[in-house]
């Protein structure tokens, strides 16, 4: 059965600082990865998607990428209260069933003031 | 989110009734999907519809639940005979061409009392 494993948290960071989030999956074929944001009472929000080995930047956003490792990773810098939320990780899977993607089960985050 | 409507935003029945949830999407998408969240916990894959495939109803915990898709776009989701561990969040998501995630809805929270 594919996979997609997160660390449920919660991870605690003080405002400022780099919020690491990791997040690993199982179908050595997977080609996209993408990261909700999901505050709460609320639904799921793509904030990044990241396709090729390697670092994608938005803003202050990081996605890494290993699929030799078979893991993804989002980096917060000057992490905000705002920040704190739910982040899932998401992975598509080839001819799965189930729809396209499957979601981890998300990390919690806070970012404390 | 944009570009999926979903109603009723909230939801209340009494145990042993019978629900519908709309998901009205934008056209142009390639697929549709339910997704059922319960307080606290991560995304539980219902059904997805893809073109004119015969749905994937995988998920569907019971035979009390059941959707459609009509002309390719509006979808209901119905409950029967509710229960109160029914009580969740119900996600419609869509996807469109190409491996660029979902697009979630803003849910519909039922509370089966």
């Known amino acids: 059965q594919k996979e997609v494993e997160q660390n449920s948290g919660p991870l605690s960071v003080p405002e400022g600082a780099i919020a690491s989030l990791n997040c690993t999956y199982s179908?050595?074929?997977?080609?996209?990865f993408f990261w909700y944001r999901q505050y709460s009472g609320k639904s799921p929000e793509l904030i990044m998607s990241?396709?090729?080995?390697g670092d994608k930047e938005d803003g202050r956003f990081t996605a890494q990428l290993n699929k030799a490792s078979q893991y993804v990773s989002l980096l917060i810098r000057d992490s905000q209260p705002s920040d704190s939320a739910t982040y899932l990780c998401?992975?598509?899977?080839?001819?799965?069933?189930?729809?396209?993607?499957?979601f981890g089960k998300g990390t919690k985050l806070s970012v404390k003031p | 989110g944009a570009g999926v409507s979903q109603s009723p935003s909230n939801k209340v029945t009494e145990k042993g009734k019978d629900v519908e949830l709309r998901c009205d999407p934008i056209?142009?998408?390639?697929?549709l999907y339910w997704y059922r969240q319960s307080l606290g916990q991560g995304l539980e894959f219902l059904i997805y519809?893809?073109?004119?495939?015969?749905?994937?109803k995988s998920g569907l915990p019971s035979d009390r639940f059941s959707a459609e898709r009509t002309g390719g776009s509006v979808s209901t989701l119905t409950i029967q005979r509710t229960q109160q561990e029914d009580s969740a969040v119900y996600l419609c998501?869509?996807?469109?061409?190409?491996?660029?995630?979902?697009?979630f809805g803003s849910g519909t929270r039922l509370t089966v009392v």
């Open positions: 998401a992975v598509n899977i080839m001819g799965g069933s189930q729809g396209n993607l499957i």
């Open positions: 519809f893809q073109g004119n495939s015969a749905p994937d």
């Open positions: 998501a869509i996807s469109g061409w190409g491996n660029y995630g979902y697009t």
């Open positions: 179908d050595r074929v997977s080609q996209s």
């Open positions: 056209s142009g998408h390639t697929a």
């Open positions: 990241i396709y090729s080995n």
